[in-house]
């Protein structure tokens, strides 16, 4: 008895691992999506069909996102965010390397560039898109305002660092510093424009 007591335990696995392994299935669903998404557009699949690519059962599925939108609101909004801020973070992270208005002017200019590829511009209109979705949808809310709450961060550590670095002045050049508070003005509107969860507009 005591062998089988053992053996039980020892075949039972750890909860590190069962986590690890629901996190790798999370990750394939999300991979899984975002092919479809660039496949056939963002209504052009099934959530049975995201199973069957991702090697999920469809219940699995259900019991993780809340539904489709769900779904394509937080692939679209996670992989927009993330091209978006990691441009802005690396930028922000090379500014004590730069010297002189010039310099700066060249990366900020830089990091525009790198934010305007075509994948990237695609995966941002996708989240405009989400943001609409967000007015009346509830399964968009929340991937939606987790995103626009990452990019204004990312938005304002890059002011703190400028001004912190006594670089918003007149020498900048206007363009580039005006832009910058646009986009952190522009991210703060986004965010106001998704209701909360438990907004009567939603019900």
Do not use: Y
Request: glycine share 10%; hydrophobic share 45%.
């Amino acid at each position: 008895m005591e062998t089988l007591g053992w053996s039980a335990a020892a075949a039972s696995p750890s909860v590190p691992s069962v986590r690890r392994a629901a996190a790798a299935k999370i990750d394939a669903v999300r991979a899984a999506a975002s092919a479809l998404i660039d496949r056939h557009g963002l209504d052009g699949f099934t959530m049975s069909e995201v199973a069957d690519l991702a090697g999920v059962s469809r219940p699995w599925l259900n019991s993780v996102f809340d539904g489709r939108t769900h779904l394509v609101a937080e692939v679209v909004s996670g992989r927009a965010t993330a091209s978006m801020c990691s441009v802005i973070d690396g930028f922000t992270g090379e500014l004590d390397a730069l010297s002189g208005p010039e310099e700066i002017c060249r990366g900020f200019d830089e990091m525009l560039r790198a934010l305007n590829t075509p994948d990237v511009v695609a995966w941002h209109w996708q989240f405009i898109e989400m943001v609409a979705w967000s007015v009346t949808d509830p399964g968009a809310v929340e991937p939606v305002r987790t995103a626009l709450r990452d990019v204004h961060a990312s938005v304002e550590r890059l002011l703190i660092v400028v001004d912190d670095g006594g670089r918003l002045r007149p020498e900048v050049g206007p363009i580039s510093a005006g832009a910058l508070v646009l986009a952190a003005s522009l991210a703060s509107r986004f965010e106001s424009l998704a209701p909360s969860s438990g907004g009567g507009s939603l019900g």
